[in-house]
C-alpha cells in the first residue's frame, strides 16, 4: 500500500492533522505534537488525546500512516552539558507525546555539533542520548533523519547515519527516514534511474531498508552537494519528477510514510494525487 500524505497543522487541536489530511486525499500524514519553536508545552489532556484517536480511527489512519515530528530545537548531540540535558527532556517528553496519541514513531533530526565539538564526539553524545531516552520510554521508534549537512549538522552521509544506529543499544527501536532534498544536498544523486538506484543500494548495504520508517518527499533548490537545506515543490527544482516516480513505483517504499514538506501547501492536495498516480 502506498501511504503518502503532507506534514499537516494541529493549529485549533491535534485532530485537525487527520482532517486536514483526509481532505487533501492523502493516505498518510506527518504533525508536530506541540509547538515546535517551544522547549516546554502544555501536557495532552486524556479527552484531546481520545479525540485524535478517534478521529484518525473514524477516517481509517493507523499509527502506520503517521510520522510525528519532533521540535526544531532539539539537538541530542549538542556538547553544552545543560543545552544536551534540555534537548534531552524535550525529547524525552516528545515521545511520552507520541505514546499518549496512540503512534509509534517520533521523527527526529539527529543534532548539530556546533562550535565546540567535531563530528564524532557529536554522533556519540546523539547516540547517548537517544540510549537515554529510550530507556524510559518504551514502545516508540525514534526516527533519524537524514540532513542535508549544512553548518555543523550530522546525519548527512548513511555512514553517519548508520554509526549512530551502532552505537545505540537501542538499535532495534531506531528507524530512518530518507528525505530526497536533503540526501540530494548532501551529494546523493537521484536524477536518473541509474543514479537513484545506485543510491537506494547504498543506503541497502550501509544501513538496510528494514530500518526505513518513513521518506520526505522534497524537490531541492539547492544543486547536488551543496549542502543547502532548501526545499521545493516537487518538479520546480534540481531534482525534478523522475525520482518520485521511482520512489511511487518501487515497493521497498510501500506501507511506510511517504511525506511531501514542500513550501508551498497550496499544492498538496494535487502533488499527493501526482504521486498516486505513479503507483
Known sequence: MLYVGAHTSIAGGLEQAALQAKELDATAFAMFTKNQRQWVSKPIEEEQASLFKETCSSLGYTKHQILPHDSYLINLGNPDQYKREQSLDA?????????????????????????????????????????????????????????????????????????????????????????????????????????????????????????????????????????????????????????FSFICKDPRFSGIPLILETPDSSCYASEIALLKSYS
Open 91 to 243: 525529547f524525552i517528553d516528545e515521545l511520552n507525546r507520541v505514546v499518549l496519541l496512540g503512534l509509534d514513531k517520533l521523527n527526529f533530526h539527529p543534532g548539530s555539533a556546533v562550535d565546540k565539538s567535531d563530528r564524532q564526539t557529536c554522533l556519540r553524545l546523539v547516540a547517548k542520548s537517544l540510549d537515554e531516552a529510550l530507556q524510559q520510554v518504551d514502545s516508540v521508534f525514534a526516527v533519524l533523519e537524514t540532513t542535508a549537512g549544512q553548518g555543523t549538522s550530522v546525519g548527512s552521509t548513511f555512514e553517519e547515519i548508520e554509526e549512530i544506529l551502532h552505537l545505540c543499544k537501542y538499535r532495534d527501536r531506531l528507524g530512518v527516514c530518507i528525505d530526497t532534498c536533503h540526501i540530494f544536498a548532501a551529494g546523493y544523486d537521484i536524477r536518473t534511474l541509474d543514479t537513484f538506484s545506485a543510491t537506494m543500494d547504498n543506503f541497502s548495504k550501509t544501513i538496510g531498508f528494514e530500518k526505513l520508517m518513513g521518506m520526505h518527499l522534497n524537490d531541492a533548490k539547492s544543486a547536488l552537494g551543496s549542502h543547502v537545506d532548501r526545499h521545493a515543490s516537487l518538479g520546480k527544482g534540481s531534482i525534478g519528477l523522475d525520482c
